[in-house]
């Protein structure tokens, strides 16, 4: 029998994903299932897709019944996650799905957010430097963002180079509807969504533009985003909603700070991933696609350098629900719980 792991806010979007990738977890038993509204409601009447977990049905989310877990994932509102984690058990480990303990700034929060800042905890994202060893030692961990993700996967290779300018960023990612949560809302219905792309939270208004500036400030070395000491990581970005369910696409780029060639981008990036399970550089010429990473937890970069305007284009493709969510959620539970980190997860995408 293996550790035992249970999911607050297991009805979402991204709990339903954690749940399909716990079934088939060789190494997690899955414990108490919180749902919310959906108390008392069978799994396969909100997830009919996991039919092995047919029987089972949400239960309250309290931290009573959650106390007997190893591991807690949280797939919550921030301020509700929150308060969970304060009432659970301090030896319970806990990945957090939302935004409530990523950003180490309480002045970043409290422009993005408001409100009380909850604190931070480790950052999950496994492939930025050093970021295995803190997650392994670490009880509480912070998943990151899926546009976090997609973006910062692209930019850091080449930021800890010094061959893009951190200043000058431009960050312009489309998901898919499923990264709005399950919710019913005006904007997400079918005839509202199909056949158009729409931006939304133009401006730098977005909650991820702290997120993702603060995961690149971490990977230029000698440099604080806090105290403003040396170069600062600054990105304009704009989200897009595209007409499909699940997926994002990020292109972003930065101005060069010399003459790179594409040559030279594909060598940092390839250095920087070597040997990663779930990152992995195109060969040349092949550009990502959303649908290739559909179901996985793999992310999908291309890189060029754009010699008439000077800035380095890098291309980035996830599943929202899987890097961008539940499969980064599920990576970081291994880790936390000394299993192999890519345990009852692939790089493998769904197709047609």
């Known amino acids: 029998m293996g550790?035992?792991?249970?999911?607050?806010?297991?009805?979402?979007?991204?709990?339903?994903?954690?749940l399909r990738l716990l079934a088939a977890h060789p190494d997690l038993e899955i414990g108490a299932l919180g749902a919310g509204s959906n108390a008392g409601a069978p799994v396969t009447a909100v997830h009919p897709n996991l039919i092995t977990l047919a029987g089972r049905?949400?239960?309250?989310?309290?931290?009573?019944?959650?106390?007997?877990?190893?591991?807690?994932?949280?797939?919550?509102?921030?301020?509700?996650?929150?308060?969970l984690a304060r009432q659970l058990p301090e030896?319970?480990?806990?990945?957090?799905?939302?935004a409530g303990f990523r950003l180490s700034s309480p002045q970043a929060w409290a422009r993005f957010y408001g409100g009380d800042h909850p604190g931070t905890w480790a950052y999950g994202l496994p492939e930025l430097p050093g970021a295995r060893a803190t997650?392994?030692?670490?009880?509480?961990?912070?998943?990151?963002?899926?546009?976090?993700?997609?973006?910062?996967?692209?930019?850091?290779?080449?930021?800890?180079?010094?061959?893009?300018?951190?200043?000058?960023?431009?960050?312009?990612?489309?998901?898919?509807?499923?990264?709005?949560?399950?919710?019913?809302?005006?904007n997400l219905l079918g005839s509202e969504v199909m056949g158009s792309v729409s931006a939304y939270k133009v401006g730098g208004v977005h909650r991820h533009t702290p997120e993702i500036e603060q995961a690149l400030q971490?990977?230029?070395?000698?440099?604080?985003?806090?105290?403003?000491?040396?170069?600062?990581?600054?990105?304009?970005?704009?989200?897009?909603l595209a007409p499909m369910p699940r997926g994002i696409l990020a292109t972003c780029t930065?101005?060069?700070v010399k003459d790179s060639s594409t040559t030279e981008l594909r060598e940092a990036v390839a250095r920087f991933y070597q040997g990663e399970p779930f990152i992995h550089l195109l060969a040349q010429e092949q550009?990502?696609?959303?649908?290739?990473?559909?179901?996985?937890?793999?992310?999908h970069l291309q890189v060029v350098a754009d010699p008439h305007a000077g800035r380095a284009v890098v291309v980035s493709a996830i599943d929202n629900l899987g890097k961008g969510a539940a499969g980064q959620a599920v990576q970081n539970a291994n880790l936390m719980l000394g299993l192999p980190e890519t345990a009852g997860l692939t790089a493998l995408g769904v197709a047609p």
């Open 3 to 18: 550790a035992r792991v249970a999911v607050a806010g297991a009805s979402g979007y991204a709990g339903g994903e954690l």
């Open 57 to 83: 049905t949400f239960g309250p989310t309290t931290a009573d019944a959650f106390a007997g877990s190893d591991l807690v994932f949280m797939a919550l509102p921030h301020e509700e996650a929150a308060t």
């Open 91 to 98: 030896h319970t480990r806990i990945v957090d799905l939302g």
């Open 135 to 186: 997650i392994s030692a670490s009880g509480q961990v912070a998943s990151p963002g899926c546009y976090a993700t997609a973006s910062i996967v692209a930019l850091a290779p080449l930021l800890a180079a010094g061959l893009a300018a951190p200043e000058d960023i431009v960050i312009v990612a489309a998901s898919g509807t499923s990264g709005a949560g399950r919710s019913a809302t005006t």
């Open 218 to 240: 971490s990977v230029l070395p000698g440099t604080g985003i806090e105290t403003g000491t040396g170069p600062q990581a600054t990105i304009s970005f704009t989200p897009t």
């Open 254 to 256: 930065a101005r060069l």
């Open 287 to 299: 550009w990502p696609a959303t649908a290739a990473t559909a179901g996985s937890n793999a992310a």
